[in-house]
């Protein structure tokens, strides 16, 4: 996709355009930059054929082209998601209609600068197709340039290329998440992740399993030893910041299959669960496009992988493990896998003296039951990294909720014959309890938090940017976060 930004008033249109109005928009008078487009657009306001509600989308023929028009409802409800979905929904007007070019016309809005990134965003993560494993993939599609028009705005271009290398980078994960299994497992991922950060001259460590043992990385040897196809760490550093500067380290749960083990899931379950590996996919896209942008920090990312599978080789029920971090933990549920492998790459975490720790990862039922398939929730006490990534996430169009980290069940990990279990016996509070397991392995006093995405990792339903599978959840608040972070 060929993207540019102009400047300027709009004055003979192309073979698209897209224009986005509020409900509160009853005629274009308030918008001279409209002006070419007042003749045509002004009776569809008036007579109420065009209403502007929330999604509405209107296609009408425009001299020779298209004009796309894109409702964006009540001007006070408009926020980060509603500039991505409205371009999405442009793009995809323009693409039903094979044109092969679409200029969007930057609609007024208290951040202009954010507003083109959500919309660059928007209209090229609506480009998303999984075609690669169809024997007949559809046609390429025939939108090929997009044009950001503002009549003014400093550093267009800049933005322009943010947006971009953000929307890349979800689109990785993306890609990644839907990866089949039988494709996708601990070496491919490796493979893959090595292939993608050596270029942009990031250091890549890939440990086998003779590294994970000699590590101690024991649980994750555990998780993975079950399956034909052994675990992987995979650690990406990014030196992007100043030599000495404590690093923030992201880590991510690459579960590439999660059958549940012996404690193996009902078949119904068992959908999606080639997405277990979303965190870990999203902080290698985090990595990769935050070494694109140049963003002055030192980031380092953990990415422990393994294929959860019963067989006699692997875990049991019952099973007593020492840890790297010396606690020893009984797996009372091998079903609780990725806290498993986190508390090990947490450990890895924490020896980097890390500014702050930040994991992803799709790791409890109870977590998307509680908040709904696009709510991530966010355990974290520590105020300033808590209100960082809220307020990120809020730009950026994600939703996280805040869910506490509640001293009172602490003591359902106690395990009886080892210092934890990994799976408490009650059935409730499912999201706190693997989120207190999580901060057994995170040294006091260090900045945590942790994103729980098994509801929004993947979708059930298309809706606009946004096909069934993966959705790349987390890279776009994680990204900017760092990126704000790192402006200080
Ligand atoms: N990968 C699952 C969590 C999950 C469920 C992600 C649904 C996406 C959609 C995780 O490994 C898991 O199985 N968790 C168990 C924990 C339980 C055994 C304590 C769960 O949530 O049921
Ligand atoms: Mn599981
Ligand atoms: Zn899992």
């Known amino acids: 996709m060929q993207l540019s930004f102009i400047t300027g008033r709009l004055t003979t249109p192309g073979a698209g355009t897209a224009l986005f109005l509020s409900e509160d928009e009853t005629d274009l008078t308030g918008r001279p930059e409209l002006a070419a487009f007042q003749a045509a657009v002004a009776p569809l306001l008036t007579t109420g054929q065009f209403k502007a509600k929330k999604g509405e989308a209107l296609p009408l023929q425009f001299g020779r082209g298209w004009l796309f028009l894109v409702g964006l409802g009540k001007p006070d409800k408009i ?14 007007m323009a693409q039903d209609r094979q044109a092969a070019e679409l200029e969007i ?15 660059v965003m928007g209209s090229l993560l609506a480009q998303y197709r999984p075609q690669e494993y169809k024997s007949q993939p559809d046609p390429e599609p025939t939108l090929t340039r997009l044009i950001f028009r503002a009549e003014k705005l400093e550093k267009g271009e800049e933005l322009l290329e943010q947006g971009r290398l953000m929307a890349e980078g979800v689109l990785l994960a993306r890609r990644l998440g839907d990866r089949p299994a039988n494709l996708l497992y601990p070496e491919t991922f490796a493979l893959e992740a090595a292939a993608l950060a050596k270029p942009l001259g990031l250091s890549v460590d890939i440990f086998e399993e003779k590294e994970l043992a000699r590590e101690r990385l024991n649980l994750i040897l555990a998780v993975g030893g079950g399956s034909a196809r052994p675990p992987r760490l995979v ?7 100043p030599a000495g500067q404590k690093p923030v380290v992201l880590v991510g749960k690459g579960i590439t299959f999660d059958s549940g083990g012996v404690s193996l899931k009902p078949s119904g379950s068992l959908e999606g669960m080639k997405t277990d590996m979303a965190g870990a996919a999203a902080v290698l896209a985090v990595t ?10 030192n980031l380092t990312a953990i990415m422990p992988l393994a294929e959860n599978m019963p067989d006699g080789a692997g875990c049991r029920v019952g099973d007593v493990y020492a840890t790297r971090s010396g606690q020893t933990v009984e797996i009372t549920n091998t079903d609780a896998e990725g806290r498993l492998i986190l508390a090990e790459a947490l450990t890895l975490a924490g020896e980097l003296q890390p500014a702050a720790i930040i994991d992803v990862a799709t ?10 398939e696009r ?11 808590a209100l960082g990534l809220t307020t990120a996430a809020g730009q ?6 805040g869910l506490p980290l509640l001293e009172d069940y602490e003591d359902l990990l106690k395990s009886e014959i080892a210092d934890l279990v990994n799976a408490p016996g009650v059935p409730r509070g499912g999201a706190i309890n693997a ?18 995405i098994a509801g929004p990792g993947r979708a059930a339903k298309a809706r606009p940017g946004v096909t069934v599978g993966a959705t790349g959840f987390g890279v776009r608040t994680s990204l900017h976060y760092l990126a704000e972070r790192s402006r200080g």
Request: with cysteine; net charge negative; proline share 8%.
């Open 363 to 372: 790791l409890t039922g109870a977590c998307a039951v509680a908040l709904g």
């Open 396 to 401: 950026m169009g994600e939703n996280v909720w």
């Open 105 to 119: 016309i930057l609609p007024p809005s208290d951040d202009p600068a954010l507003t083109l990134k959500l919309q």
């Open 235 to 241: 650690r990406v550093t990014y030196p992007g910041g």
């Open 79 to 92: 926020t980060a998601e509603t500039w991505l979905t409205s371009a999405a929904r442009a793009a995809q």
């Open 435 to 452: 989120a207190l397991f999580l901060r057994k392995f995170v040294a006091e006093g260090t900045p945590w938090a942790h994103l729980d």
């Open 288 to 297: 990769l496009a935050a070494a694109r942008l140049k963003l002055p920090l």
């Open 375 to 385: 709510c991530a929730g966010l355990f974290c006490d520590q105020p300033d990294l």
